[in-house]
């Protein structure tokens, strides 16, 4: 029997505010070493544990994870190997010695994030024992970024059919609830009226980012007329000074005055005028300033899945990108953690659980918050449909389904 193949993650994304959250909570992680730094972020659960590792060695892979967004873990890595930081490129270099360090045959890119294109395509040549590039896509990429890579998966059907007509080699792999967390937690998920919370939405509210718009003002619009509580993640906010604030285009000024004094222009929160005056496109403030009494600071890693513990109702919405379709995390991590999941329709729901029975659906702010109504009023029936969606996630969505579909197509390209 061969060696066996070495398959190497890319993981390369993360919220900006996770680094001051770790370090508020316990700096000395700062001083461990690479392995033992390693230990502590898959141990933390912010984004990546070793579930994937553990999968694809399941299926005779020896497997490891470049946690590429975590600074600290590569000025380990070069520290102990007493390599010199260069100013603008250490990052990389760490990243590509790392790599070529374990000279793998598969490398497998979690989202491209800040990893520069020039270094994606010529990676190849840097390491000459990779056979297969494959990437895990969620957003549409420009093609140039496909450049040598072997095949693309992708977490919605729309996006495969859109790069296969590209020419690119594509395939649907959704994500996935982590099982070593459903293992953690399968005790420890609270009874279901005795959960703290009633609605939640946990993550990012849209402001600062791209494609996010729609998700901002249906969770602006749901602040204001439901009772959601929301943990929001809005980047890293640095306060306008008044100097700026007076250096505004008139036009940028005036709209801005408005947003703030809704009883001169109530009408602003009505959506088809925010549309005619350009706010639509446009997240102004952040939520958390303008509902602190519904609203509360993001939550990361094993506090992230505590509140989906507790909380009895779980909202979902997706951005932009999606175009439609449904195939973002939260749909198996509230169901993994057991929370009736209420969450944005689209046609390809249904090839993941059945709606009305394992996970609650809607196609616009007044139907979300009808369902929030009626979920609330019918605790008997959200904890049936809480129950049935954590046994569909359990049974068809957990990490290691999709290493059988990640292994297959492996067997695939290479044979």
Not at 290 to 301: E, I, Q
Request: charged residues 25%; proline residues 6%.
């Amino acid at each position: 029997m061969g060696s066996k193949l070495k398959i190497l993650r890319v993981y390369d994304f993360a919220y900006p505010r996770i680094f001051p959250y770790l370090i508020k909570e316990d700096p000395s992680f700062l001083k461990l070493g690479y392995e033992e730094q390693k230990a502590f972020y898959l141990k933390k659960k912010f984004f990546v544990t070793n579930a994937f590792e553990n999968g694809m060695r399941a299926r005779g892979y020896e497997a490891t994870e470049l946690m590429y967004y975590v600074p600290p873990l590569h000025k380990a890595w070069l520290r102990e190997r007493n390599r010199r930081f260069r100013k603008d490129l250490w990052q990389i270099e760490a990243a590509l010695g790392q790599i070529q360090e374990f000279k793998p045959d598969i490398v497998y890119f979690q989202n491209f994030g800040h990893i520069p294109r020039y270094v994606r395509t010529k990676l190849k040549e840097a390491v000459p024992s990779i056979r297969l590039m494959l990437v895990h896509l969620g957003f549409p990429t420009p093609p140039e970024d496909l450049k040598n890579i072997d095949h693309v998966f992708t977490t919605t059907p729309l996006l495969s059919e859109e790069l296969r007509k590209e020419g690119h080699s594509a395939s649907v792999l959704y994500h996935a609830m982590d099982e070593t967390l459903l293992e953690e937690s399968e005790s420890s998920i609270p009874e279901y009226s005795k959960r703290n919370h009633n609605t939640t939405f946990i993550g990012s509210s849209g402001y600062g980012y791209p494609f996010h718009f729609e998700r901002y003002w249906f969770l602006h619009d749901l602040l204001s007329k439901s009772p959601i509580h929301a943990w929001l993640d809005e980047g890293i906010q640095k306060r306008a000074t008044l100097q700026q604030f007076i250096e505004k285009p008139a036009t940028t000024l005036a709209k801005e005055i408005a947003y703030q004094t809704p009883i001169l222009l109530p009408q602003l929160r009505n959506k088809a005028v925010r549309k005619r005056i350009g706010l639509d496109q446009q997240t102004p403030y952040v939520l958390s300033s303008l509902f602190p009494k519904k609203t509360s600071k993001p939550a990361y890693g094993h506090d992230f899945y505590d509140l989906l513990k507790e909380s009895k109702v779980s909202l979902n919405i997706h951005t932009e990108s999606a175009k439609g379709q449904v195939g973002n995390l939260r749909l198996f991590q509230a169901t993994g953690m057991g929370s009736c999941l209420l969450t944005d329709h689209g046609p390809n729901l249904s090839d993941l659980f059945e709606i009305d029975k394992e996970v609650v659906s809607f196609s616009n702010t007044e139907e979300c918050i009808e369902k929030i109504e009626y979920l609330q009023n019918n605790p008997k029936t959200a904890k049936e449909i809480a129950e049935a969606g954590h046994r569909r996630t359990v049974r068809d969505h957990t990490i290691s389904h999709r290493c059988d579909l990640v292994h297959e197509k492996i067997q695939e390209l290479l044979n």
